[in-house]
């Protein structure tokens, strides 16, 4: 969290604007900022999101979870898959493509 907050305090400065500024922008109090700015892990999730879309970087955020790229869900899920695939009892062809 410190990480990225120091990482949106120089996306921040790079863009000129002043802590009011971005409080502004993001309707919060300046307080706020510096919080985030802090890397206060009690800042909430919507304040984060409306800095990145401030900073025309909202899809970073969606990034984060994206399920496509979650590498440890699906090794997790390959754990569980079957070592052999037994065909449904009674039935002696289950077909083919």
């Not at 120091?6 to 921040?12: D, G, K, T, V």
């Not at 440890?72 to 569980?80: N, T, V």
């Amino acid at each position: 969290m410190e990480r990225f907050g120091r990482n949106i305090s120089l996306a921040r400065r790079r863009r000129n604007l002043t802590q009011v500024d971005l409080a502004a922008r993001i309707g919060v109090t300046v307080n706020t900022v510096r919080r985030l700015e802090a890397g206060h892990p009690g800042v909430a999730l919507q304040h984060i999101a409306r800095a990145l879309q401030v900073f025309g970087e909202l899809e970073k955020l969606e990034a984060l979870m994206d399920t496509a790229h979650d590498s440890i869900g699906m090794a997790l899920q390959d754990e569980k898959l079957p070592k052999i695939i037994q065909p449904p009892r009674g039935r002696k062809n289950a077909g083919a493509f």
